[in-house]
């Protein structure tokens, strides 16, 4: 059997070289570029695989790479990671066509994680982890303002925005936002938006993003 390819898209030095290490002894392929305009003139499609892009570098970033590759009609699962905290950006790059986002700084964990359910969603071309069907059931059952506050989280208001967007104090956010999340059974933020995203829920169609 064919072992999936991971494509590590990254301007930094070190971080690719971690990366490939990790999944080399983890059992897969690793192909690494310093650029995003690398990996286009560089990729072959594997057999199986996908690609782990960082959305700040120099020259084309992260979103402008997503939207190549759809421009062409790459399929290629995508999982980007961000900066801590820049959340706006990571649904920008999910209404883009990523498959997942992690934040810096993450653990090993996090990225085989995350590679491993992007790689079993990939074959039926869903996001990782999410039945449309029942997100939109657990989105129903969210309360009005657990459904404010999904929508400003996909904004990408961090929690002190939000509170003062919907004039409520920082814990009363804490608390809709931890109902929310196990409501939604939603183990991540990521999770979460990927869930908001699949559903349609208001806020999360591409065209938001232009």
Do not use: W
Not at 38 to 56: E, K, N, W
Not at 111 to 135: F, H, M, S, W
């Amino acid at each position: 059997m064919m072992k999936p390819t991971i494509f590590i898209v990254d301007d930094d030095d070190s971080v690719r070289e971690s990366l490939a290490a990790l999944l080399l002894a983890k059992g897969f392929e690793a192909v690494v570029f310093a650029s995003a305009e690398a990996f286009l003139q560089g990729y072959r499609p594997p057999a199986s695989g996908c690609a782990i892009v960082d959305m700040r570098m120099p020259g084309m970033d992260g979103i402008s790479l997503l939207e190549h590759l759809r421009a062409r009609s790459i399929m290629l699962p995508v999982i980007v990671v961000t900066g801590h905290g820049d959340v706006p950006l990571a649904v920008r790059a999910m209404k883009a066509g990523a498959n997942d986002f992690i934040e810096k700084p993450y653990t090993n964990a996090d990225i085989l994680q995350a590679v491993n359910k992007t790689l079993q969603a990939a074959p039926a071309g869903l996001l990782p982890d999410v039945d449309v069907a029942e997100a939109r059931t657990r989105i129903a059952s969210l309360t009005g303002r657990e459904r404010d506050i999904l929508q400003q989280l996909i904004i990408g208001n961090p929690n002190k925005v939000i509170a003062h967007q919907l004039s409520i104090s920082p814990r009363t956010v804490e608390i809709h936002r931890a109902n929310l999340m196990k409501k939604m059974d939603a183990d991540s933020l990521s999770h979460l938006i990927r869930m908001a995203l699949a559903a349609g829920f208001p806020g999360s169609d591409p065209a938001d993003a232009r």
